[in-house]
């Protein structure tokens, strides 16, 4: 049973709403790279190359996840292994220019649905949500210690982001 008056409650039950429809396609025959794609060169398009443990540890999943994901990448063409530091034994893994592609269409698509439901709200409604939504984030990265590069962010490195 859920307490009306408890703003926690209430809040877990808009997030799992929001869950169902933040990455649902618009319209649905547009062409779209899977979920786990989607984060996965999100997650590399800002950063340097990164290693499959960075990787896992930033995405808060096991490596032998993050492996089979970056497999099916690969076989796309969407990520590459790319050259490390001098006598680095670990690949690194960055996108390559048909990844970005897609991803960059994905997102095209992600924020013209976003846009169809806050595209009449005032640019002030629309920031007060942004502030919002990117202070629950960091929040939730500054506990798992897996923080995430975002557009702007002075230096970014894979490394140092985690």
Request: hydrophobic fraction near 40%; avoid cysteine.
């Amino acid at each position: 049973m859920t307490d009306a008056n408890d703003s926690v409650q209430q809040m877990q039950y808009e997030l799992m709403l929001l869950s169902r429809y933040q990455l649902r396609p618009h319209p649905r025959d547009t062409p779209m790279i899977e979920r786990s794609a989607y984060l996965l060169l999100s997650r590399l398009e800002l950063v340097d190359p990164m290693t499959l443990k960075e990787l896992s540890h930033a995405l808060r999943l096991d490596t032998s996840t993050v492996h089979r994901q970056l497999g099916a990448l690969l076989r796309l063409g969407y990520v590459e292994y790319v050259p490390g530091a001098a006598g680095e034994v670990a690949r690194r893994v960055a996108p390559t220019t048909q990844g970005l592609a897609a991803l960059v269409q994905t997102r095209a698509t992600y924020e013209a649905g976003l846009r169809g439901v806050v595209g009449t709200w005032p640019e002030k409604k629309r920031q007060q949500l942004m502030v919002l939504l990117r202070e629950f984030n960091q929040d939730v990265e500054t506990m798992e210690d897996a923080p995430w590069p975002r557009l702007g962010d002075a230096a970014l490195s894979g490394t140092a982001q985690g």
